[in-house]
């Protein structure tokens, strides 16, 4: 479903609903993801500290970015929408460089166990929404993620395992969800909690493979909007599945 019944409405710039279309080609794991086509996540952000990009982000109105806790981030770093390729100029994308005024990091945020890896960054001046900027939608807390829904991550992360460096060009790969009684069978039961959800396949690879990872994974129900879901940075990862957190935050912020 994710390639099919695109039909946006994007002069208003909602939430969910990119003004150039996406496309997804079948299932594929972060590790051999594909390039996403330019802008068509346009609430893709990129977190960077002295002009480097070091993890991503998701815009939910023009005032507020979602994180993972894990980034680490402060109000000295810089908050880039707009987006695509890394290695062009700023001016030749018309990215919009933006700063955090606060970071509210969830209190109960544990590195070790990676329960609520999630954060909210306020910015000091809000976004500039258009065709290539424009929000995701928030999950709602009674959304159910089914075993085998599809989802797509986006990100900067690492293209294979072993690869020397991240790729200048947003990556996209769409992953089935698992339900957390299969995650668990994975990773253990001690490492994954209530809050959690798994995306990936799961292969016959060795334990020095694998690598957990938390990752930001939009979706849509037919026709819908899309809504985020998970937060983090797309990275190299091989199963068991990569764990995330489930984003369920009110729509009130301002």
Not at 130 to 157: H, I, N, Q, R, Y
Not at 201 to 223: D, F, G, I, M, N
Not at 233 to 246: F, H, I, N, V
Request: charged share 10%; with cysteine; aromatic share 8%.
């Amino acid at each position: 479903w994710i390639v099919s019944c695109f039909a946006f409405i994007s002069a208003a710039y909602g939430c969910g609903s990119p003004a150039i279309q996406p496309k997804v080609t079948g299932y594929a794991r972060i590790v051999n993801g594909e390039e996403a086509v330019p802008h068509s996540w346009p609430w893709q952000v990129s977190l960077q500290g002295n002009g480097f990009h070091f993890c991503g982000g998701s815009l939910i109105n023009e005032n507020w970015v979602v994180t993972a806790a894990h980034c680490n981030v402060g109000t000295y770093h810089r908050v880039i929408v707009g987006e695509h390729d890394k290695s062009r100029a700023i001016t030749s994308e018309k990215v919009q460089i933006l700063k955090p005024s606060k970071v509210f990091t969830h209190p109960e945020w544990n590195y070790r166990t990676i329960n609520n890896d999630i954060s909210l960054i306020k910015l000091a001046s809000p976004a500039v929404l258009g065709t290539t900027v424009s929000p995701v939608c928030l999950g709602e807390s009674s959304d159910v993620f089914a075993p085998g829904m599809k989802c797509v991550t986006s990100g900067w992360g690492l293209t294979r395992y072993n690869a020397p460096g991240t790729p200048n060009k947003l990556q996209q790969a769409a992953l089935p969800l698992m339900s957390n009684e299969q995650c668990k069978r994975s990773w253990g039961s001690n490492m994954i909690s209530d809050v959690m959800i798994c995306a990936g396949v799961l292969l016959a690879l060795p334990p020095a493979w694998v690598t957990p990872v938390a990752l930001w994974s939009a979706r849509r129900t037919t026709c819908g909007p899309w809504s985020v879901s998970s937060p983090g940075e797309a990275a190299a990862a091989l199963p068991p599945p990569p764990l995330s957190t489930p984003v369920s935050l009110s729509s009130e912020a301002g």
